[in-house]
T-cell receptor
């Protein structure tokens, strides 16, 4: 089946530094990648949608200058949390749409646990 | 904006049947999916309803009523390993592209 590989699985960084999270589609081409954030015991909140070769579309309330998304190829999308602060500590997870037409689904990366100290 | 409401927590015993409801308000509705997530893990796909009615996949079934903006996930023959969070998710079309928006989530606790 379609697999999305997400790295790193865990990262601890100092406040004020930047962290890059990568998601790679291993056996399919991901034209569109979705990025979610999940705080403990809460739902997955869609942050942005990245499309290969074009600018990402951010959900309302998500700072695009803080959460930089790059989707430079059909197999790689990255999320960079810039100038991270403790309130950015969360579980970040990517998802890609797999399939065409009416026969499609969504596959998820394994997630990245970010802790900002 | 969109909203998807679920009960926050449901408890049941092994072997029982449990139903998790989801009511939604959204524009550009395409279909309703259900996902399971264990603590610290990624969501895994359980079921999808694009049309009204019941879809059955093994011990799990899902139902959709578009006219009522309502759906549910039915879990039968509960097992301890079913203890997890369950999310309904709407496939929504917005400005020409589709996105997956998650509900508030229901924590299911299965006891012996």
């Amino acid at each position: 089946g379609a697999v999305v590989s997400q790295h790193p699985s865990r990262v601890i960084c100092k406040s004020g530094t930047s962290v890059k999270i990568e998601c790679r589609s291993l056996d399919f081409q991901a034209t569109t990648m979705f990025w979610y954030r999940q705080f403990p015991k809460q739902s997955l909140m869609l942050m942005a949608t990245s499309n290969e070769g074009s600018k990402a579309t951010y959900e309302q309330g998500v700072e695009k200058d803080k959460f930089l998304i790059n989707h430079a190829s059909l197999t790689l999308s990255t999320l960079t949390v810039t100038s991270a602060h403790p309130e950015d500590s969360s579980f970040y997870i990517c998802s890609a749409r797999v399939g065409q037409g009416w026969d499609y689904g969504y596959t998820f990366g394994s997630g990245t646990r970010l802790t900002v100290v | 904006g969109q909203s998807l409401e679920q009960p926050s927590e449901v408890t049941a015993v092994e072997g029982a049947i449990v139903q998790i409801n989801c009511t939604y308000q959204t524009s550009g509705f395409y279909g309703l999916s259900w996902y399971q997530q264990h603590d610290g893990g990624a969501p895994t796909f359980l079921s999808y309803n694009g049309l009204d009615g019941l879809e059955e996949t093994g011990r799990f079934s899902s139902f959709l009523s578009r006219s009522d903006s309502y759906g549910y996930l039915l879990l039968q023959e509960l097992q301890m390993k079913d203890s997890a969070s369950y999310f309904c998710a709407v496939i929504e079309e917005d400005t020409g592209f589709q996105k997956l928006v998650f509900g508030t989530g229901t924590r299911l606790l299965v006891s012996p």
